[in-house]
C-alpha cells in the first residue's frame, strides 16, 4: 500500500486572492503577492493591483458590491520613519476632500493595540495610473492630455491652498478610470507649510 502524498500548499502566480483560515473574530485571512491580509469580513479581495516601496494594494469589494481599493503597510510601526508616513497619510487625506484627489473611506481597526503591526487604509477604487497609460500602446490625443494637465493642475491647486506639498508627483502617483477622470495619490512624503 502507497502512502498519499500531502497536498501541495496552495499558490498562485497569478495576483487572485487565496484565502487562508482566520482565528480572529471580524476578519478573513487572505494571500496577495505573497502578502498576507487580515481585513474586515465586509470586504473580499479581488485581486492584487499594486506593490510598491510600503505596501501592496489590492482590489476587493464590500458585501453591497461597491468596489474598493485596500493598501496594507505591513510593519508600519518597525521604523520611526514609516510610522511617520503613515500618519501623515491618514490625517491629510482625511481632511483633504477633492475630485482630484483620491479619497480615504476607511481604515480598519486593529484587533488589539499588542496586535497592531500592519495598518489598511481603504481607498476608492481607480482603473490604472498614469505610468502605466504610458507605457502602454494606448493613442491619447491633444485633448487628453489637457485635460490630465487640467486636472492636475486643479488637485495642485486645492492641495496648495490647504498649505500641503505633495512632495512625491510622478506618473504613478496619478491614478485614472476609465473616464480619465484623474486623482493624486500617495500623500506619504507631504508636508503641510
Known amino acids: 500500500m502507497t502512502e498519499k502524498a500531502p497536498p501541495a500548499p496552495q499558490t498562485t502566480s ?8 482566520c482565528n480572529i473574530k471580524g476578519k478573513t485571512a487572505w494571500v496577495l503577492w505573497r502578502t498576507h491580509f487580515e481585513i474586515d469580513e465586509a470586504y473580499t479581495p479581488i485581486k492584487a ?4 516601496a510600503y505596501g501592496v494594494v489590492c482590489s476587493a469589494k464590500l458585501k453591497d458590491k461597491e468596489k474598493v481599493a485596500i493598501k496594507k503597510i505591513g510593519n508600519a510601526f518597525e521604523n520611526l520613519t514609516d510610522a511617520r508616513r503613515t500618519l501623515r497619510e491618514i ?10 484627489i483620491i479619497g480615504i473611506m476607511d481604515i480598519m481597526k486593529p484587533v488589539s493595540r499588542d496586535k497592531f503591526n500592519d495598518v489598511y487604509m481603504v481607498y476608492e477604487l ?4 498614469l505610468h502605466q497609460i504610458i507605457r502602454s ?11 490630465f494637465i487640467y486636472q492636475i493642475l486643479r488637485g495642485l491647486k486645492y492641495v496648495h491652498s490647504a498649505n500641503v506639498l505633495h512632495r512625491d508627483l510622478k ?11 484623474l486623482k493624486i495619490c ?8
Do not use: W
Open 91 to 100: 490625517k491629510l487625506l482625511r481632511h483633504l476632500r477633492h475630485e482630484n
Open 186 to 193: 500617495d500623500f506619504g512624503l507631504a508636508r503641510t507649510r
Open 137 to 147: 500602446s494606448q493613442p491619447l490625443t491633444n485633448e487628453h492630455f489637457q485635460y
Open 171 to 181: 506618473p504613478s502617483n496619478l491614478l485614472l478610470n476609465a473616464s480619465c477622470d
Open 49 to 52: 493591483i499594486g506593490k510598491g
Open 14 to 21: 497569478s495576483n487572485a486572492p487565496v484565502k487562508k483560515e
Open 126 to 129: 481607480m482603473d490604472t495610473d
